[in-house]
């Protein structure tokens, strides 16, 4: 690994290969650290000289080089913080961060803001454009979208799918997005009843129909999902799409049945966050099942409690979720359906699954890559791991005087090249 030389952090310190083995070690040695994962297949680790680090690994891993490129809410490895600053703060560091990066940090204001502002030694010159930037929180989906379309914030970073479908017919917004893997699901916990049993999953699958969660859901303008990768993706599995049920209401309610039958109670608690989106769409759910017989509780908390009980505890029996759309297959495929990944919080174990992720992450040749995560789509719709709803649209939405954005697919802003033109 290469360095640019007369990079330094905003702290004045070098940005060398001393500090690149630093912030891997870091990572290497906390087991709850975003990038942790990304580690395990380094066997040794050296600078070769102020600008060069070498890295030996424990055997062939073709996804090695993705781990210090993907973005910062993945975790990933490339992302350096100031050793300085990090021995000077210790556990405090969150709260002081220092990197090496097109801003440096101001203050952080929990619940309220976070200010960075221009840092004039960034190592690419003329940039950044901007003197500083202002992020808020706008956790619920009409104010953020009200936020942006009145011009009250420049940029919404991280639109879903009813802002995206909106802005994109507004000529006073620009919409950034483009199409990537996985998408909304909800999550089965596969390790308590009912959804221990394949039959249930089955039933509550085929329950939904798909016309009409897009009529009143995404203004009908759904972009269905039926695996974990768009059609046209080189990694989607047609094999897949055709193994995963379709709409069909009298066979859930036969699925059903047979579940009493053998003693099960088929009803279920279904979980989400709270909010206006959200309560449209569990209550949409709520219906669909109940037309099948099932009897759905549903539990809308705020975000904090969702994730303490939900993808801390695994307390839950469904769960609404969202992620992507993802840049690259790995870690996030890895993540969410390997034996163990740490957002694979249903629960979902299957050796076959895990054999194609260990050999797509670890092989360097793009068809076994491609193939690997193929056959992994095939088992996971065989076993009905997830409810495949919709893809994915995190979008930015910008008015019409913010130029440069250019961002990753999960909507991480690239922001030297930002500009505003007045």
Do not use: C
């Amino acid at each position: 690994m290469g360095l640019r030389p007369g990079v330094t952090f905003h702290d004045g310190t070098p940005l060398d290969a001393e500090a690149v083995l630093f912030n891997v070690a870091r990572q290497r040695d906390d087991p709850t650290a975003l990038g942790h994962l990304y580690t395990e297949p380094i066997a040794a680790m050296r600078a070769v000289d102020p600008l060069t680090v070498e890295f030996t690994l424990k055997r062939p891993t073709g996804s090695f080089p993705v781990a210090f490129a993907l973005p910062f809410s993945s975790g990933n490895l490339g992302t350096i913080a100031s050793p300085a600053a990090v021995r000077q703060r210790g556990a405090d560091y969150g709260r002081h961060p220092v990197g090496a990066g097109p801003f440096a940090f101001v203050e952080w204001i929990p619940n309220n803001k976070i200010v960075v502002e221009r840092f004039d030694r960034y190592w690419r010159h003329g940039r950044p454009h901007l003197d500083g930037i202002e992020f808020r929180p706008l956790p619920d989906t009409e104010t953020r979208y009200a936020s942006v379309a009145n011009g009250d914030v420049d940029l919404d970073i991280a639109g879903f799918h009813t802002e995206v479908h909106r802005s994109s017919q507004d000529p006073g917004l620009e919409t950034y997005y483009g199409p990537g893997g996985d998408g909304e699901f909800l999550y089965f916990n596969v390790t308590r009843p009912p959804f221990d049993d394949r039959r249930m999953r089955e039933a509550v699958i085929r329950a939904i129909d798909p016309a009409a969660l897009s009529a009143t859901q995404y203004r009908g303008a759904m972009d269905g999902a039926r695996t974990a990768f768009a059609e046209g993706d080189p990694h989607y599995s047609a094999e897949a799409a055709q193994a995963y049920p379709s709409y069909d209401p009298e066979r859930a309610r036969q699925l059903i049945a047979e579940y009493r039958a053998s003693g099960g109670d088929p009803n279920f608690t279904f979980q989400d966050a709270n909010s206006p989106n959200n309560v449209r769409y569990a209550t949409f759910l709520q219906a669909q099942w109940a037309a099948v017989g099932l009897d759905v509780q549903l539990r809308l908390d705020d975000i904090a409690t969702v994730i303490i009980q939900v993808v801390q505890g695994g307390d839950f029996q469904m769960l609404h979720w969202i992620t992507g759309p993802y840049e690259n297959p790995y870690p996030f495929m890895y993540n969410q359906f390997h034996t163990g990944g740490i957002n694979n919080y249903g629960g979902y174990s299957n050796p076959e699954v895990d054999a194609a992720l260990d050999e797509a992450a670890s092989t360097t040749d793009p068809a076994r890559r491609t193939a690997a995560y193929q056959r992994a789509q095939v088992v996971l719709n065989q076993d009905l791991a997830v409810v495949w709803l919709a893809r994915a649209a995190k979008a930015a939405i910008a008015q019409p005087h913010v130029k440069g954005v250019s961002r990753y697919l999960s909507s991480e802003l690239f922001w030297a090249d930002t500009w505003i033109a007045r």
